[in-house]
């Protein structure tokens, strides 16, 4: 008999029946006097998802790496100089991003395990008198190590040094499951994904930018075409697109904004802290490893778990796909074989989890691993059970 498989990769996540109704529509009229019954309140009500009054979201289709290519393009110059801290794959590939389109980028390598470097950021920004560094790049969530870092921080060390300089931030694995507060924080370009925290299909780029970032827009230079915000400006004010948007998924993003606030954002955020604090436990009644080197790392949408020496991580994710149809995230480059990756974001609760641990032991098993059947679930649901009133007094 066929099953529908386990998904607890960190993305593209489980999408709810409820959004998945709301995109079989037929095909409609973008163009059409109602739609922007439709968009008019899907701009507003991103903004209560980035805790911004003041910033301006946009909605591109297209994945979160054209999010980080609109946000660069939109506000700074060629060979414009950008610092940025790499300590996972996908803050190396936005690094990579910034090389290839010819900003100047001073990168900060940083073990991978670790987050944002602030002391370093704060020596390199202080040095900067001349202020040669247009924009401060941070991942808020580095999907390939379960690492969170803290952006409050980085606008502390901003202004600390009384630096001018934008930051951005990577939030694809964070917002809608991650606290994030845009204006409180003095973020001036967000970027997030469709397939993570707001459980739809990989295919929108949702990104939001300050006041400041909508002025630097006006004297950037960098070509563009796709990316525009000028094209997007003229266009939203009026809940229209200057192309054809991708209109299912928008009317999924209508329905996946509607599960958040029913639930609330802050019970939201700590639900995923109640799920990850269970996954943790698990890990750690393995005996085993996270990536994440301390504490203050922990994400609560990804656990990057590190096998044991004479294991292979690649045979432990093709065991559980192949025997027991679970998919977990695997180790990318140099974590190939030495991790795999549970994600625990998006449309989550504890039996889906419990479920993935089971076979998550399993499959460790399988392929050598020496720890006991049922101690890390054991684990979970001792940490699910304590947990009960934590997630009693968010709601």
Known sequence: MNHHPGLFIPGPTNVPDAVRRAMNVPQEDMRSPDFPKLTLPLFADLKKVFKTQRGQPFIYPSSGTGGWEAVLTNTLNPGD???IATFGQFSVLWAD???RLGFTTEIVDVEWGKGVPLETFADILAADTAHDIKAVLGTHNETAT??????AGMRKVLDAADHPALLFV???SSI???????????VDGIVAGSQKGFMLPTGLAIICVSEKALEAHRSSKFPRCFFAFEDMLRTNKDGYFPYTPATPLLRGLRASLDLLFEEGLENVFARHRHIASGVRAAVSAWGLDLMAKEPKWHSDTVSAVCVPPDVDAVKVLRRAFDRYGVSFGSGLTRLSGKVFR??????TNE???LGALSVAEMALVDCGAKI???SGVAAAQSSYCAGESVLAKAA
């Open 176 to 186: 809608a499951s991650i606290d994030f507060r845009m204006d409180e924080w003095g």
């Open 342 to 347: 549970i994600g625990h974001i998006g449309a």
């Open 170 to 172: 990577d939030g694809v």
């Open 146 to 151: 379960g690492v969170t870092s803290d952006v």
């Open 351 to 353: 039996l889906m989890l």
């Open 97 to 99: 991003m910034c090389q």
């Open 81 to 83: 100089k950008v610092l």
């Open 372 to 374: 006991a059947l049922g």
